[in-house]
């Protein structure tokens, strides 16, 4: 029976790697990659649902009978687009804290926000 | 209907602060300004006398801020008693205060008139109040408005006792006080004064014991132990302060407010039967005693009196908490002798500041030589806080004795005595050293010194004659405060 | 303009002025859309609100698709409710940043800063308008993205990192909501608020809607500042630009609370939110123990929009315990605090933006001796002070007074005590600043300052007078609160 869930197994792995990377990785570029993966998994999750047994990718055509579900793709897209204005926003924000502390490490900004 | 009359008594104090502020510059317009306001304040109390005193219980409704519990007004006899009281004192300390500030050279006293005013406002609202939560809101913009009031001399040790005052006032009444309200809501569904009590046959007489200690020490305007060190940290306020609001207007507010809860509240049929008033009866004598052995040992003059307030105080809740007539008679009377003895004496210690610079008791030898009028109208205090004729602390203090000996708590009669003994061991001697001892040879560059200011001793002569007047007048006094208790 | 189209036009009208903001590029022309559009949200939420009182729920389908294949906007008294208040508040914000934001924010930046907070305001605006659970979460996105923007603007660099942290734990608790959602999706279909109450009725015990459940849960927690959960709120309030911070503290936060609500009640329903999963008691230990820590931690902040951040933990705290209290008193207490605090702590804010405007520091230690110097904001803060401890005539004291009447009528004295307990503890961090501010004197060498300009005063002062006149006349705030804990409790969806 696990065989056939696989997707829900991708789900998982990708989601825990992205959460552990998030937390555990001290460079701010490479959390962000970490939040994406987690986006990611999500994504997966939401499609892999919609693949109907025996059905074709949702674009009307003639002869064929049934489809896969065309609404997890339609609300995927739109939270790609979320996440990509996210990456963008986040990214931007990296880029300002570079200038700003002369690096992207989070424990050297921690050291150097302590310091009055 | 004079019903309507009752919210102007509120606002004519607060009427007074603008015209207070805008006449800055002036100092005697200013003082004018305060001055009429009291007048007029006193007046218009007096005109509901009749009124009261025949029965009549004017009313009047403000808002009503949550569904059922409205803010209102209403004068019955222990409120109107409060009032008369406060109003009246308003003008003699204004007049006191006249004397003091300006003989003692303060600073900021345009904004010690303009709080002034609030707090009387306040103390006015809280005497009318026609329920829980109207008295609440008075009580607690008493203490704020009298903050800024005990903080006056900006020093740190004035900051230190402005946080200890506000600090315990606010937690007793927040912690303790707001959650015994609104436990009485929960349980009755009503926070209205009503005649005989609203709490019959809500709850049983465990709960009732918990729930009236909860009023007792969350009034900690009442300064039951342990909640009373705000009275002492007081101190720390202008003279005028200390005797205004320590001898008369929050304190007072305070056990007014715990006679309120046992007569309109509990009831003093309920507290007799339940026994609910059984556990603070001990914690009220431990007070008197307590705060009584305390003040011996206080050799700053405004010190002592604050210990003995605290101690005076703790009368009048025992009268509450003894659950008979003639101890709720004896307790209400007190508000007004102890109120009239007591400005006396902190009128006299402000006067001694002003005029010989002196604080501590050691120091007082003989200056009744040189200040006869200040040291005998504080003899006379001095008597009526021991509870002797020809003063008004001996009437409240004679129904309190009849109180106690009806209900045969003789624990309390015991109180009643020991403390009327120590009284009497922490002020005679006052009394004897600065009449019968020499004063000290003079410091080198040390002037002699008279009598304080004229307005000073004026103010304090006036209410050492009502001390002996409610002696020989008591009816004036005890007429509204039967009324209380179904005209005994 | 019709009436009918109200309900879109509420989240159209600042979505299309955001890019008119930035096609205008002077900051003076887009401060003036800003202001006509929230305006005119206010008027909207005002008239939806009534419309909503008079004649019941509203339902506009968008573009005409009827529910539940269209999206749908669902209107009841909770939602208009809260649509109300971030209104009020973003009008009297916007009409606050035209003089505090010509200081805070560099001028190059004034369209841009207008165009995200029109963005923020029509992202809460459709958080809480709309009756679609992908749309929500759509709607949070715009949001979060535009406070994000908004709070980087901030003239400290740790605004930057507070901005980065806000945005990481924002987006994973986003994305908890999104899970949710998909997981809803699966199990019924369908995307429709009411249309997914429907169907998932007797499903009880079905693990994905326990999952569901949970992802809701936890991630509405984290947008919430719910304790443990609040890491992100100090440092965002503290390093954002006053204005920034006075719009968040006073709407975000609510916003969450109204989406716990609406899952809670509306979705998921009472029985299998609170009788089944022991959701209550786990909400009732996380908002005692957050008020508690909160309002100790808040003793020890020397920057006082710091302090006021944890303030902010501590009192979410109480509107969640209201929640858990699970009854009607608990419920009305939690929804009049909602409003209640979002006026006080904005006031608050505003009154330390007037502070920061003239010393450009908000600590302590720059506070002291100002109350003379600057008398008519500090007593606008003392007023909001009061309101925070909950002194009779401010709007405090009410919803002190039914969260401690709610915790009686459970007889869970321990809670009572604990709301009292926070309530001193505001004390000592109000009377912190209250004596820094009136009994200490100026800094050695310090410049004197003046009084703030009327175009802070004024709106901060509105907000105060607010915060007294709904501690009198609580009809709207207490009445509609009252009747909407009824409506939820009744099974009303």
């Known amino acids: 029976m696990a065989a056939e869930h696989y997707n829900y197994w991708v789900v998982v792995i990708l989601m825990m790697a992205g959460f552990y990377v998030v937390i555990r990785a001290r460079n701010l570029v490479k959390k962000i990659v970490g939040l994406n993966i987690f986006q990611t998994s999500v994504f997966i999750l939401y499609i892999s649902i919609g693949k109907v047994a025996g059905g074709s990718a949702p674009i009307l055509a003639p002869g064929i009978t049934t489809y896969s579900n065309p609404l997890p793709h339609v609300l995927i897209l739109t939270a790609i687009v979320v996440g990509v204005a996210t990456t963008a926003l986040g990214l931007a924000l990296v880029v300002r804290i570079h200038e700003a502390y002369g690096t992207v490490d989070d424990e050297e900004i921690q050291t150097q926000d302590a310091d009055p | 209907m004079s019903g309507a009359l009752l919210p102007w008594l509120v606002a004519l104090p607060l009427l007074a602060v603008p015209a207070i502020v805008a006449l800055d510059r002036w100092p005697n317009a200013r003082e004018a300004a305060s001055l009429l306001a009291g007048l007029l304040l006193f007046a218009l109390v007096v005109t509901l006398w009749p009124e009261v005193s025949s029965g009549a219980r004017p009313a009047w409704t403000l808002v009503e801020p949550l569904p059922g519990i409205a803010l209102a007004l209403r004068a019955e006899p222990l409120g109107l008693l409060l009032a008369l009281v406060a109003s009246l004192l308003w003008v003699v300390t204004t007049v006191y205060a006249i004397g003091y500030m300006r003989g003692h050279h303060e600073q900021n006293q345009t904004r010690f008139y303009a709080f002034f005013a609030i707090a009387i406002a306040s103390t006015m609202g809280a005497a009318f109040a026609a329920n829980l939560v109207t008295l609440f809101v008075f009580y607690e913009i008493l203490t704020l408005s009298t903050f800024p009031l005990v903080t006056h001399a900006g020093t740190d040790a004035a900051r230190r006792g402005g946080r200890t005052y506000l600090g315990l006032l606010m937690a007793t009444s927040i912690g303790l006080l707001l959650l015994a309200i609104v436990w009485t809501w929960q349980l009755t569904g009503t926070t209205e004064f009503t005649p005989g009590g609203i709490l019959a046959g809500h709850a049983g007489p465990g709960t009732l014991g918990v729930l009236y200690a909860l009023f007792l020490f969350g009034i900690g305007k009442a300064a039951l132990m342990p909640f009373h060190r705000w009275l002492p940290a007081a101190m720390v306020a202008p003279t005028p302060v200390s005797a205004l ?244 | 303009m019709t009436g009918s189209d109200l309900p879109v036009l509420l989240v159209i009208v600042p ?127 715009i949001s979060s993205l535009s406070s994000y923007a908004l709070i980087s603007l901030g003239r400290d660099r740790r605004a930057l990192t507070a901005s980065y942290q806000y945005l990481i734990m924002g987006t994973l608790g986003a994305t908890f909501i999104l899970i949710g959602v ?37 991630g509405i927690g984290l947008k919430l500042a719910l304790f443990p959960l609040h890491l992100w709120l100090p440092n965002a309030y503290a390093y954002a630009p006053s204005v920034v911070t006075a719009l968040l503290a006073g709407t975000a936060t609510k916003v969450a609370v109204y989406v716990l609500l609406r899952f809670l009640y509306t979705v998921f329903g009472y029985d299998l939110a609170f009788a089944d999963a022991f959701l209550h008691y786990l909400l009732a230990a996380l908002a005692v123990v957050g008020l ?133 503890l505001s004390v000592i961090y109000i009377g912190r600043v209250v004596e820094v501010a009136y009994m200490q004197p100026r800094p050695a060498g310090a410049e004197r300052v003046r009084e703030a300009p009327l175009g802070l005063l004024l709106p901060t002062w509105a907000l105060v007078a607010a915060t007294f006149w709904f501690g009198i006349d609580t009809g709207l705030t207490l009445g509609t609160a009252g009747e909407i804990a009824g409506q939820l409790f009744g099974g009303g969806r």
């Open chain 3, 292 to 424: 508690l820590v909160a309002s100790t931690v808040a003793i020890f902040q020397d920057d006082v929009k710091r302090m006021l951040a944890y303030s902010s933990v501590a009192q979410i705290g109480y509107t969640v315990l209201g929640i858990s209290l699970l009854n009607q008193t608990g419920l009305t207490a939690a929804l009049v605090h909602l409003f209640n605090h979002g006026l006080m702590k904005t006031a608050l804010f505003l009154a330390l933006g007037c502070v920061f405007y003239r010393l450009g520091s908000v600590c302590l230690d720059d506070l002291r001796g100002l109350g003379r110097q600057m008398p008519w904001t500090l007593a606008a803060f003392v007023a909001g002070g009061l309101s925070l401890i909950g002194v009779p005539l401010t709007v405090g004291f009410i919803s002190k007074w039914y969260l401690v009447l709610a915790a009686l009528e459970l007889g869970w004295w321990p809670v009572a005590v604990v709301v009292l307990g926070g309530s001193l």
């Open chain 2, 245 to 488: 609001l320590h001898a008369v207007a929050v304190v007072k507010v305070g056990v007014f407010s715990v006679l309120k809860v046992s007569v309109y509240v509990f009831g003093l049929d309920l507290l007799s039967v339940s026994g609910a008033s059984t556990l603070m009866t001990y914690v009220a004598g431990a007070t008197v005693l307590i705060a009584s052995l305390v003040a011996l040992r206080q050799d700053n003059l405004k010190r002592r009196l604050a210990y003995s307030t605290v101690s005076q105080l703790g009368y009048v809740v025992l009268g509450a908490t003894l659950a008979t007539a003639w101890g709720t008679v004896g307790g209400g009377a007190h508000i007004a002798m102890h109120a009239f003895g007591k400005i006396t004496l902190f009128f006299c210690a402000g006067a001694i500041l002003v005029a010989a610079h002196k604080t501590e008791v050691s120091q007082l030898d003989g200056i009744g030589r040189r200040m006869p009028w200040t040291l005998g109208a504080f003899a006379v205090g001095t008597l009526s806080m021991i509870g002797l004729p020809p003063a008004a602390g001996f009437v409240s203090k004679w129904y309190l004795l009849l109180g106690s000996l009806a209900t045969e708590h003789y624990v309390v009669v015991a109180v009643l005595v020991a403390s009327t003994l120590l009284n009497a061991a922490y002020f005679l001697p006052i009394v004897y050293a600065a009449f019968f001892r020499a004063p000290p040879p003079p410091a080198p560059g040390e002037h002699a010194h008279g009598e304080a200011p004229l307005a000073m001793v004026a103010a304090l002569l006036f209410t050492a004659g009502l001390t002996l007047a409610m002696f020989f007048y008591p009816d004036l006094v005890l007429r509204l405060v039967r009324q209380l208790v179904g005209g005994a």
């Open chain 3, 182 to 218: 998909g997981l809803l999706y699966m199990l019924t279909g369908t995307l429709n608020m009411v249309d997914i109450a429907g169907r998932i009725q007797g499903l009880a015990g079905n693990r994905t809607l326990l999952a569901a459940f949970a992802f809701l849960v936890a």
């Open chain 3, 15 to 141: 979505l299309l002025a955001a890019p008119l903001c930035l096609v205008l590029r002077r900051g003076g022309a887009a401060w003036a859309v800003a202001l006509a559009s929230s305006g005119y949200c206010l008027y909207a939420a005002y008239t939806l609100l009534g419309t909503v009182r008079a004649g019941g729920t509203l339902d506009y389908a968008m573009g005409g698709w009827p529910a539940p294949w269209g999206i749908a906007y669902r209107i009841d008294l909770l939602n208009a409710y809260v649509l109300l208040l971030v209104a009020a508040i973003a009008a009297v914000v916007v009409l606050y940043a035209r003089v505090s934001a010509a200081v805070e924010i560099p001028r190059h930046q004034h369209a841009r800063f207008y165009a995200a907070l029109l963005l923020c305001l029509a992202g809460m605006l459709g958080i809480t308008i709309t009756g679609d659970a992908f749309n929500l979460f759509v709607f949070l996105e």
